[in-house]
T-cell receptor, first 115, second 116 residues
Framework: AQSVTQLDSQVPVFEEAPVELRCNYS??????LFWYVQYPNQGLQLLLK??????LVKGINGFEAEFNKSQTSFHLRKPSVHISDTAEYFC?????????????FGKGTKLSVIP | EAGVAQSPRYKIIEKRQSVAFWCNPI?????LYWYQQILGQGPKLLIQ????????DSQLPKDRFSAERLKGVDSTLKIQPAKLEDSAVYLC??????????????FGPGTRLLVL
């Protein structure tokens, strides 16, 4: 069964500091990888996705992520965070060669930006 | 462009009662998903529709949960009877139509259910 591990449940960071949210997935021949953000009392919004090609993916709001096949990781980064980035972030995976295209989410990482 | 609409936003019921949630996807989106998000966890797919046909309901507890998508547009998810462990946020999402996974799923705000 496919799985996603988000290593940190909570990440506090000062405003304007850089941040990295970690995500590892169970190994597979081919995967699609996603990061979603969930603001309080709202649905999930796509930040970025990796389908193929360049391993460095740029998304909205200044976020980027790097697909690392050898380490089965897809960590999310932002060089300088804002108060408005306070939210919960979910990594998700589709194992595209498994016959099912079900999106499997990690447990989420709560990012708290401290003024 | 209007987003995915869900109602109600909040619902409190007692165990063994029944409840229904409604979802209106983005216009033109053929694929519709229902997810269950329990506190402290990521969303878990319950059921996926392509137009009005079920594509994947492998994780739907069919003894108590049911879902339908009338005319391939709106959808309802029902729980009957509800259990305490059904307390969660129920998210509806939609995408244009590909079953291959590359498409972005657009999520509604969710319905927060509390079973007492």
């Amino acid at each position: 069964a496919q799985s996603v591990t988000q290593l940190d449940s909570q990440v506090p960071v000062f405003e304007e500091a850089p941040v990295e949210l970690r995500c590892n997935y169970s190994s597979s021949v081919s995967v699609y990888l996603f990061w979603y953000v969930q603001y309080p009392n709202q649905g999930l919004q796509l930040l970025l996705k990796y389908l193929s090609g360049s391993t460095l993916v740029k998304g909205i709001n200044g976020f980027e992520a790097e697909f690392n096949k050898s380490q089965t990781s897809f960590h999310l980064r932002k060089p300088s965070v804002h108060i408005s980035d306070t939210a919960e972030y979910f990594c998700a995976v589709i194992h595209s060669g498994a016959g099912s295209y079900q999106l499997t989410f990690g447990k989420g990482t709560k990012l708290s930006v401290i003024p | 462009e209007a987003g995915v609409a869900q109602s109600p936003r909040y619902k409190i019921i007692e165990k063994r009662q029944s409840v229904a949630f409604w979802c209106n996807p983005i216009s033109g989106h053929a694929t519709l998903y229902w997810y269950q998000q329990i506190l402290g966890q990521g969303p878990k797919l319950l059921i996926q529709f392509q137009n009005n046909g079920v594509v994947d309901d492998s994780q739907l507890p069919k003894d108590r949960f049911s879902a339908e998508r009338l005319k391939g547009v709106d959808s309802t998810l029902k729980i009957q009877p509800a259990k305490l462990e059904d307390s969660a946020v129920y998210l509806c999402a939609s995408s244009l139509g590909s079953l291959a996974g590359e498409e972005t799923q657009y999520f509604g705000p969710g319905t927060r259910l509390l079973v007492l």
